[in-house]
Nanobody, 123 residues
Framework: VQLQASGGGLVQAGGSLRLSCAASGGTVSSYGMGWFRQAPGKEREFVAGASWIGGRTYYADSVKGRFTISRDNAKNTVDLQMNSLKPEDTAIYYC?????????????????WGQGTLVTVSS
C-alpha cells in the first residue's frame, strides 16, 4: 500500500487542522493505521492509532481529547482531526500502515509510511 499525507499548514494556537492520509494499492480498513510526528530536533513519536476491526483507537497522552483519528471509506483515507492546537504540536506529521490490523504504537510495528506533512502552530 502507498500512503500520501496532506493537510498540513500554518495555524494559530487554539486553531484546528485536519490531516488526511490517502491510501492506494490497499484498503485502509484492512490495516492498522497510525499517525506519528517529528518535531525539530526530536525523535519521531506516536500520536494516534486505530484498528478498524473492533473499532479501537489509541492516543498519546499529549493529544488525548484534542485529536481524533477516523477513516473515510468512500475516499479510502485515514484522517486526523486536530483541535485546540498548541505551539508544541508543531512537527512533521506522518501516517503509517501496519499489515496486521491492531493499534500499534511503535514505529517498528508499521510496514508502510507516507511522506510527511508539516504542521506549524504559531503562538
Amino acid at each position: 500500500v502507498q500512503l500520501q499525507a496532506s493537510g498540513g499548514g500554518l495555524v494559530q494556537a487554539g486553531g484546528s487542522l485536519r490531516l488526511s492520509c490517502a491510501a492506494s494499492g490497499g484498503t485502509v480498513s484492512s490495516y492498522g493505521m497510525g499517525w506519528f510526528r517529528q518535531a525539530p530536533g526530536k525523535e519521531r513519536e506516536f500520536v494516534a492509532g486505530a484498528s478498524w476491526i473492533g473499532g479501537r483507537t489509541y492516543y498519546a497522552d499529549s493529544v488525548k481529547g484534542r485529536f481524533t483519528i477516523s477513516r473515510d471509506n468512500a475516499k479510502n483515507t485515514v484522517d486526523l482531526q486536530m483541535n485546540s492546537l498548541k505551539p508544541e504540536d508543531t512537527a512533521i506529521y506522518y501516517c503509517a500502515a501496519a499489515s496486521r490490523s491492531y493499534v500499534w504504537t511503535k514505529e517498528t510495528d508499521y510496514d508502510y509510511w507516507g511522506q510527511g506533512t508539516l504542521v506549524t502552530v504559531s503562538s
